[in-house]
């Protein structure tokens, strides 16, 4: 079964710095996109960052400038380096990537289980 696994959140001060990483585990045939989002409590799921194969990238308004996503290709490991952190990124992050599971299926998202992100003030 295949799984996406997180990893690097934590606790951090305003200002501060952090680095997460994921991966699939499991049989799969490729990976496509691979992304991160973002939900805090009481709010939506929203985008933080994406990055297709060719490594082009897209970022929502709140990550400009602060976070950098990158992925590497023969680790199948996509990473989002998040720096200024604030009180208001405090969220669990969730990676995403749409996976083809064997050479005939189709490509599907697959959800990583989130991992939190607290930005103390």
């Known amino acids: 079964q295949v799984q996406l696994v997180e990893s690097g959140g934590g606790l951090v001060q305003t200002g501060g710095s952090l680095r997460l990483s994921c991966a699939p585990s499991?049989?799969?045939?490729?990976?496509?996109?691979m992304g991160w989002y973002r939900q805090a409590p009481g709010k939506q799921r929203e985008l933080v960052a994406g990055?297709?194969?060719?490594?082009?990238?897209n970022y929502a308004d709140l990550a400009k400038g602060r976070f950098t996503i990158s992925r590497d290709n023969a680790k199948k490991t996509v990473y989002l380096q998040m720096n200024s952190l604030k009180p208001e990124d405090t969220a669990v992050y969730y990676c995403?990537?749409?996976?083809?599971?064997?050479?005939?299926?189709?490509?599907?998202?697959?959800w990583g289980q989130g991992t939190q992100v607290t930005v103390s003030s």
């Open positions: 995403a990537a749409d996976l083809q599971l064997n050479s005939n299926s189709a490509y599907r998202v697959f």
């Open positions: 990055i297709i194969r060719d490594g082009t990238t």
């Open positions: 499991g049989s799969f045939f490729s990976i496509g996109g």
